[in-house]
C-alpha cells in the first residue's frame, strides 16, 4: 500500500492573464479514495487540476503537500508523490510504446545512474494493466486515439504515484475502453491505496466511480461529498443548466443522471 498523502488548496485564485477562471477555491482530496472533478465546460476543472498539479502558481492562496505549499518543493520531489495525466498530451515524434512508458520512471531515477530490476518491472506491469504490452514496440504516432490515451496512463502507472491526477483520462476511448480504463484506476486504487483525483465530463460515470464527487459551477466548489449526497436533480439544473430525472442505477447503486431534453416520450 502506497503512504496516505494530503494534498489541500486553500483559498486558492487561478488566472490566464486578467483572466480569472478560479477564485478563492479550498479543496482537500481525500487520502487514500478516488475524487472525481465534475462540471460544466469552461467551470475551471482543469485549471483546478493543472495548479494541484503545480503547473499553475496560485494568484492568491496556496496549494500544500503533507503541509508543505508546493511551490517550495522541488520538482523531482512532487514527481516522485504526484503523478499526472494532461489532457490532450503530446509525445515526442517517433518514440515507441515502451520508451514513452518508461518516461514515467524519471523521477525516480538519479542522475546518470542506469535503470534496476523496479524500473523495468514497473514499466511491464503498466503496460500489461492497460492492455498495450503487445505494442510495446510500435511507434506512438501510429496508434489510434484510443490506444495512445492508454499508453499515457500506462505512463502515469510507471511513474507509480501516491496521488494520480488525471484530465479526462477516457478521451477518446468508447464505450468499453473507458471502463476498462476507470476498472483500472479503481483497482489501482484498492491494491495500492492510490489518491486518484480525475475530472471527467460523464457525471454518470464519475458517479460510478467515485467515492468523492466534486462540482464545480464558476470557478468555486458548488458541491462536495458521496455521489449519493451531492447529485441530485437541482444541482444537475445549477451547475449544468440540464434538466433532468437522477434515479438509482440498477447495477451499481449510484445516482444515474437521465437527461430530460425538449422533445419527451408520453
Known amino acids: 500500500m502506497t503512504e496516505s498523502r494530503a494534498l489541500v488548496a486553500e483559498g486558492i485564485t487561478l488566472a490566464y492573464g486578467d483572466r480569472t477562471v478560479v477564485e478563492h477555491l479550498d479543496l482537500t482530496l481525500a487520502p487514500g479514495r478516488i475524487t472525481a472533478i465534475v462540471g460544466a465546460n469552461g467551470c475551471g476543472k482543469s485549471t483546478l487540476l493543472r495548479s494541484l498539479a503545480r503547473l499553475l502558481p496560485p494568484r492568491e492562496g496556496r496549494v500544500l503537500l503533507d503541509g508543505k505549499a508546493l511551490n517550495t518543493m522541488a520538482p523531482k520531489a512532487v514527481a516522485r508523490v504526484l503523478g499526472l495525466l ?68 500506462a505512463m502515469a502507472l510507471a511513474q507509480d504515484p501516491d496521488i494520480l491526477l488525471l484530465d479526462e483520462p477516457t478521451t477518446f476511448l468508447d464505450v468499453t475502453h473507458q471502463v476498462e480504463v476507470l476498472d483500472l484506476l479503481h483497482d489501482l486504487n484498492i491494491r495500492r491505496g492510490t489518491t486518484v483525483a480525475m475530472v471527467l465530463h460523464d457525471l454518470n460515470l464519475a458517479a460510478r466511480y467515485a467515492d468523492e464527487l466534486v462540482a464545480v459551477h464558476e470557478g468555486k466548489v458548488y458541491a462536495q461529498g458521496p455521489p449519493t449526497e451531492v447529485v441530485t436533480e437541482e444541482l444537475v439544473l445549477a451547475v449544468f443548466g440540464l434538466d433532468s430525472s437522477v434515479i438509482l442505477d440498477p447495477v451499481s447503486k449510484t445516482p444515474l443522471v437521465i437527461p430530460i431534453g425538449r422533445h419527451r416520450v408520453g
Not at 535503470?115 to 510500435?138: F, M
Request: charged share 25%.
Open 86 to 153: 494532461p489532457q490532450s498530451p503530446i509525445a515526442p515524434e517517433g518514440i515507441l510504446v515502451a520508451d514513452l512508458v518508461g518516461r514515467g520512471r524519471n523521477p525516480h531515477q538519479k542522475l546518470l545512474a542506469s535503470w534496476n530490476k523496479e524500473d523495468y518491472k514497473a514499466v511491464a506491469d503498466a503496460l500489461e494493466a492497460t492492455g498495450i504490452a503487445d505494442l510495446a514496440e510500435r511507434p506512438v504516432d501510429e496508434l489510434s486515439g484510443g490506444q495512445r490515451q492508454r499508453v499515457w496512463v
